[in-house]
């Protein structure tokens, strides 16, 4: 179930589309990689090389839901939200839950009280399901154990663009313990951590990318002075530019930016990581 990150309102594509025959081409090394040390580095060095060559999105569903079952878990989804437009930010996500669950998800607006979601919000740092987490919303906990999702392992990150993405491996048998996790859990945080530009360059499209925008460093740099309090008479001194210099790169800025004045236009470059 990965998170909106916040998001209280959302287009939201959520396919399911799996093709169990595939294989995902590394997977018989994988298969020997114990964890540590020199296989730990192989296993590694495969998985990279995998996610520099995913095309689509079918192959890295495929990947995914493989390097999931090697680690022993039946379930996967994984997710990205878009920074923009604060309104209506637009979720993609991919997962092999059952349609039942999917469906009921969706129509119950799960997305919103997932205590996982929540969590992810709070902190990018990976996180079991257990303890506090199992204790709320137990009308929603009992329902996805119901669908299969017993025990379950998240993570989150945020990009340089303030798009967030959550990868969420689950399954139905046996809890994770101490042993098992100290095990599997670097590759589960390598995995996360790999597939997340993937998802990011596949599920979203140019226009909510900050590299979209391209902007000049003028432009980038006024934003910042306008950022700090500045008024333009005072950028225009700071940077030994005129006036009427300072309002072109700041009307540019805007129009780039599609925002309607100074002051959104530098909240959005700010949430883009333009000016951070």
Known sequence: M???????????????????????GYN?????????????????????????SVKDEQDLVNGVQRV???????????????????????????????STWQRRYSDA??????????????????????????????????????????YGWACSRTNASRHQSMLT?????????????????????????????VMERLLITPSHQAQHYRLTAREIEVLRWTADGKTQEEIAQILAISFDTVKFHVKNAVGKLGATNKTAAVVRAAVLGIIS
């Open 68 to 98: 999931a079952w090697e680690l022993d878990f039946e379930w996967f989804s994984f997710g990205v939200c878009t920074a923009l437009p604060f309104s209506n930010p637009i979720m993609q996500m991919r997962c092999n839950f059952s």
């Open 2 to 24: 990965p998170s909106a990150m916040g998001c209280t309102s959302m287009r939201w594509h959520w396919p399911c589309r799996l093709s169990k025959g595939i294989s995902l």
């Open 169 to 197: 491996l689950a399954r139905s048998g046996s809890t994770l313990d101490v042993t098992e996790l100290n095990a599997k859990e670097l590759k589960m945080r390598w995995l996360a951590e790999t597939i997340a530009p």
């Open 109 to 150: 607006d799960f997305l919103l009280v997932d205590p996982s979601v929540q969590r992810a919000r709070a902190c990018t740092t990976p996180f079991l399901w257990q303890g506090e987490l199992m204790r709320k919303m137990p009308q929603f906990w009992e329902e996805a154990r119901a669908a299969g999702l017993r």
């Open 28 to 52: 018989k090394r994988w298969e020997t990689a114990s964890g540590n040390g020199d296989s730990m580095r192989t296993w590694l060095a495969n998985l990279l090389a995998w996610t520099s």
